[in-house]
């Protein structure tokens, strides 16, 4: 019998092996002590004993001359495999055989076996492995399906090997011997051979059935499709496997009778333990599973097989409390009964609201009690009762816990209404949204269904004050607890209330304002309009007061206390009865409107005060000619709006004339009236008709009203050349994308007042290039300056020219503009220049005799007026000036600078400005080529740049001059020549070269531009005043440039202190670090020559 501990064969060499093959033995004595020899596998002449006594010795000597001999091959045949138990999970003793063949013998020699069981045998339960045909002991160890042997053994010929191996349990899934063949390698020093061993008897099922099954299903209404639970436990030996050398283990479930069972489901909807079925078969109601891939359930283990509601499995058309599935598996082939279990005994339905009073969804006002949902319960099968003893609720709408108060469930009465007399059952606290919470009964109202007759519920919520506008609450049923099966429960929510704690707001239309009077004698309508936001309007409360006795009208007449009226809808009416004795205009009344909305809010009242009897027709007042073709009406009050015809056939006129169109002004006083052609001083009478037209009271006119008119003329409209203020009246340059006035129209009317419907402008260019220079054109009306600006009007849509060659036409047909006689109207014509113009491109406009149309009118002929500069008004100049070439900036003072540039040059439309920009910014747009910024900080570094802008707007690239520091602080000082009063004046100037001043001397300026000049100059020390005489101090170099008639520059410089001496003439230098900062201020302008000045310094100390 081989022992579990692994005997030590150590393939070690000693050093003197030329093959390096070697090994170290230990052998086992009945005593327990260990002979340590070490020997060659090739030579027998040396060996040591590390550790020897008595007999052992000799042994181990006996035992190096037998293990020196040829090794030999392996050779088998006939082998087989038998096992004690060929039930399937069984544990068994297994027995392998192999017939040794030759010869030969394998002698004294390390060997090992490697033997693989087929997929799902189970090798971790064996206990031992015996070899009886090998007198050695030996060890064995397991891993995954492999069984690994070693052994120190003499193997000799023509003997059988037998290995024996106990403890190891049979696959799972039934097989014959063929398919359960056992492979194994014994290797040995000579060779690896490997064995086949099948197993001589198939495997086969154990004759046992699975036990407690249970079957449930989520849906037990009859017809209906359902998720079904089924469960039980695993034999003893009842293993299952997902894999195995004959398939993976089945599982096999028979559904009742009349249960609908889909033919090719998927297997992804039935899981076995949680886990997807690898494989699923129908035939008629049995289900055939196949385990998981890789998962194993071990004997004796529970097993739930879940078949999804998309698995298609539909509950029996009728209803039994006695139903059962079978179930069976490939390793327990009989078959088991679960407990049975029922369909439609009992049957809870879930219904909507049916109170007469209470939509399906609504609104609520804050601080109501609300029926959110009803559901009825009844048993539809079967005879037992059946006790509910609470409910499961879902919130599912927005408002949260603390605006829902409380939670309800009552007992209808059996009116099919919520209502004072139904049963409360119980009421729970405040649940939040998206929560459940359960009402559980009142003990003593516990409900027994043990009728078949619908027991109906309604769940009501109470909303807090605190509930906001616009939430919304409704309750879903989700789970009952009974004693009986439930079936037909539906998850949709009830009805839906939306929180609206916004009042309504009503308006009246009739009357529609204070003052305005209503008709009087017989029926009136009084009207008007509200709205809700939220849950809609129910109706609006009316009251009429009597305002000279107080009184109110409580429907049939006058009463001393006030009475509330309703109108319904949203566009409500009352027919408010007067008595006929009224007269018009007395007694004023008041009307009250207040709304209600559907969630009981009430929005604020609204009052029409001063209300009056109207029983008068409305009357001619005057009519007045226009023109040649208009006449407007004015009538005593505002008549009620009507169709054009309408209005139009209440008119007729005299002596040929009739009325073609007529429309009503906004105010509703003024009709104005379209004739065919009036004649021309000839009085004419417009009558209007009676019973046709009505005031706002629906008073008509009970007698023709008559009014005589002198006719109009046909008014006149010049058109001219405008003035062009806006613009200069030569030629100008645009640049790509500019907005740019091509030219200005002047309209005069005379003879009455004209409307312009059209005008037409026609584009001129150098060449047919249109549409490439000119992107849009808009007309506008000037708004009476006569200069284009952000004033004026658009009455001519932006457009575009519909062709390329200079002359073609653009119509704007609906300017719909008035001219009036004494006040001439001006129209900009206006380009929007193209994003790519040609440079160098000329556009101008040009309108020809009768591109203007006037409405009823005539224009006299007028010569073609064409823009400025022959039709070239505009220049397109895309081209930016150059650059500046020089920039220099320097510190004139602590906070200012100035900043200088030599000037660019432009070949179109010149340079017009200098942009001037610090750190990135523009500061200042400055034509001439100087600039002083102001306003800077001391000790803050400054860099500033110019870009040079043309005539057209196009601006060059920023030239940039070198960072400017400003100095911290300032002295000034004024420094003159000797003697009192004199001026210290400068001394001969020559470029690039160095001087020094002179007292008396006139400066001769050599030039004017960016010439630099180099200065010695020797100033007093003025922080010295010893001596009979001011010594100077010498300033070392000093560079500055004259530009124009300003000089200035700056330089740092810094001298050794020295003492001060009282000697004539000598020179002394400053005591400290100065910087000297200067300007020249001198009557030249551009012109060299001789000029004398005054040099005042400024110093700057550090």
């Known amino acids: 019998m081989l022992s579990r501990d692994m005997i030590s064969a150590d393939n070690k060499c000693d050093g003197m092996c030329p093959r390096l093959f070697c090994y170290t033995q230990t052998l086992t004595r009945e005593a327990g002590q260990a002979l340590r020899v070490g020997f060659n596998a090739h030579s027998s002449r040396r060996f040591e004993v590390r550790k020897a006594t008595g007999v052992a010795v000799f042994a181990a000597l006996m035992l190096l001359g037998a293990l020196i001999g040829a090794a030999s091959a392996l050779t088998v045949a006939s082998p087989s495999a038998a096992s004690t138990n060929y039930s399937v999970n069984a544990i068994a003793d297994y027995t392998l055989s192999t017939m040794r063949m030759g010869n030969e013998q394998i002698s004294n ?73 056992i492979v194994g390698t014994i290797t040995t020093s000579a060779s690896a051979t490997k064995i086949t061993w099948p197993l001589d008897a198939p495997l086969t099922a154990n004759a046992t059935a699975v036990t407690s099954i249970v079957s449930v299903v989520d849906t037990s209404a009859v017809s209906t499709a359902s998720t079904y639970t089924v469960g039980f436990n695993l034999g003893p030996q009842g293993r299952l496997a997902g894999t195995t050398a004959a398939g993976g283990n089945k599982i096999v479930i028979t559904f009742p009778v009349d249960t609908t069972v889909p033919a090719t489901p998927l297997a992804s909807n039935a899981t076995i333990n949680g886990v997807s079925a690898s494989a699923v078969s129908v035939s008629g109601r049995v289900v055939t599973l196949t385990m998981p891939a890789g998962s194993t359930i071990a004997g004796g283990q529970a097993v739930t097989v879940v078949f999804k509601k998309a698995f298609g499995l539909v509950n029996p058309t009728v ?37 007469s009073n209470q939509p399906t969804t609504g609104f609520v006002a804050p601080g109501q009690k609300e029926v959110v949902d009803g559901f009825s319960l009844q048993r539809t099968q079967g ?42 059952l119980n009421t729970t606290a405040a649940y939040f949204s998206g929560s459940t919470v359960l009402v559980t009964f009142d003990p003593a109202l516990q409900q027994v269904i043990s009728d078949s007759l619908p027991h109906q519920y309604w769940v009501v919520y109470a909303f807090d004050l605190s509930v906001l506008d616009g939430q919304t609450a409704s309750s879903e049923v989700t789970t009952y607890s009974t004693t009986a099966p439930l079936s037909g429960i539906s998850a949709s929510a009830g009805a839906k209330f939306t929180v609206d704690g916004t009042p309504p707001t009503v308006t009246w239309t009739d009357p529609f304002t204070d003052s305005q009077s209503i008709l009087d004698p017989g029926s009136t309508l009084l009207g008007g309009t509200a709205s809700d936001s939220g849950a809609g309007i129910a109706w609006t409360e009316l009251q009429i007061r009597r305002e000279d006795d107080g009184q109110w009208w409580d429907g049939t007449g006058w009463a001393s206390s006030a009475t509330t009226l309703t109108a319904w809808g949203m566009n409500w009416t009352y027919d408010w009865t007067l008595l006929p004795a009224l007269q018009n205009g007395t007694p004023p009344y008041s009307l009250f409107a207040t709304p209600v909305d559907r969630a009981d809010n009430r929005g604020a009242t609204v009052v029409l005060t001063n209300i009056r009897v109207d029983n008068m027709p409305p009357t001619v007042v005057s009519a007045v000619a226009i023109d040649a073709t208009h006449v407007d009406v004015t009538f005593s009050e505002s008549l009620e709006p009507t169709d054009s015809v309408t209005l139009r056939s209440s008119f007729t006129f005299d002596k040929g004339l009739s009325p073609t169109a007529a429309t009503l002004d906004a105010g509703g006083k003024i009709v104005h009236l379209t004739t065919n052609a009036q004649s021309v001083g000839v009085n004419y009478t417009v009558t209007a008709e009676l019973d046709v037209l009505t005031d706002l009271a629906g008073n008509g006119i009970d007698v023709p009203n008559k009014a005589i008119f002198l ?51 026609r584009g001129l260019d150098t060449a047919a290039t249109l549409r490439t220079d000119i992107a849009s054109v808009t007309l506008f009306r000037d708004n009476g300056d006569h200069l284009f600006g952000p004033g004026d009007a658009i009455v001519g849509a932006s457009g575009v020219f519909s062709a390329d060659i200079s002359g073609t036409a653009l119509t704007f047909a609906s300017v719909n503009s008035t001219v009036t006689p004494g006040s001439p109207a001006a129209f900009w014509i206006v380009y929007k220049i193209g994003p790519t113009p040609v440079n160098g491109h000329e556009l101008g406009s040009r309108v020809l005799n009768g591109d203007v149309q006037i409405i009823s009118a005539t224009v006299p002929a007028f010569v073609t007026i064409t823009s400025a500069n022959s039709g070239k008004t505009i220049a397109i100049d895309t081209v930016a000036p150059s650059v500046p070439a020089t920039v220099r900036a320097n510190a004139v003072a602590t906070t200012s600078a100035e900043i200088t540039w030599t000037v660019s040059s432009d070949a179109q439309s010149s340079v017009s400005r200098y942009n001037v920009y610090r750190d990135g910014t523009l500061i200042a747009a400055s034509v001439p080529a100087t600039y002083t910024a102001t306003g800077l900080t001391p000790g803050q570094t400054y860099t500033f740049s110019v870009s040079a802008v043309d005539g057209a707007g196009n601006e060059s690239a920023q030239r940039s001059a070198t960072a400017v520091t400003m100095p911290s602080n300032s002295i000034w000082v004024t420094i003159t020549a000797p003697g009192a009063g004199q001026t210290l004046d400068l001394g001969t100037i020559v470029p690039n070269a160095v001087s020094t001043f002179a007292s008396g001397t006139t400066v001769a300026v050599g030039g004017v531009g960016s010439n630099q000049y180099n200065l010695s100059v020797n100033a007093y020390d003025f922080n010295n005043t010893a001596g009979p005489a001011l010594p100077k101090m010498v300033v070392s170099v000093m560079k500055y440039a004259t530009r124009g008639w300003v000089t200035s520059g700056a330089t740092a410089f810094s001298t050794a202190p020295a003492l001060v001496s009282t000697s004539a003439g000598t020179k002394y230098t400053w005591q400290q670090t100065y910087i000297f900062d200067y300007s020249i201020n001198a009557p030249y302008t551009v012109d060299p020559g001789d000029y004398s000045t005054t040099v005042t310094f400024t110093v700057v100390q550090n």
């Open 109 to 181: 020699t390390t060997t090992s076996t490697v033997i693989t069981f087929p997929s799902n045998f189970d090798l971790r339960g064996i206990t031992g492995v015996s070899i009886p045909s090998v007198s050695n002991s030996g060890s064995f160890s397991v891993s995954g399906q492999t069984l690994s042997i070693r052994w120190v053994s003499t193997i000799k010929k023509n003997r059988t090997l037998r290995i024996t191996i106990k403890g190891l349990r049979n696959a799972s899934q039934p097989g014959t011997g063929a398919a359960y063949s």
């Open 319 to 355: 209803a039994s409390d006695t139903y059962q599935v079978s179930v069976s598996t490939s390793a327990e082939t009989n078959t088991g009964l679960s407990a049975p279990y029922t369909i439609g005994v009992v049957e809870l339905t879930k219904v909507g609201l049916s109170s």
């Open 383 to 424: 005879s037992n009762p059946a006790t509910v003893s609470a409910v499961t609720l879902s919130n599912v709408g927005t408002a949260p816990s603390a605006t829902i108060a409380g939670v309800s469930v009552y007992l209808d009465d059996g009116d099919g209404e919520y209502g004072a007399s139904d049963t409360l």
């Open 711 to 761: 006719s109009g003329a046909i008014p006149s409209v010049a058109v001219a050349q405008g003035s062009d203020i806006g613009r200069p009246s030569a030629e100008y340059y645009a640049t790509h994308d500019a907005t740019a006035v091509a030219d200005e129209i002047l309209l005069s009317a005379s003879g009455g007042s004209a409307k312009v419907s059209t005008i037409t402008v």
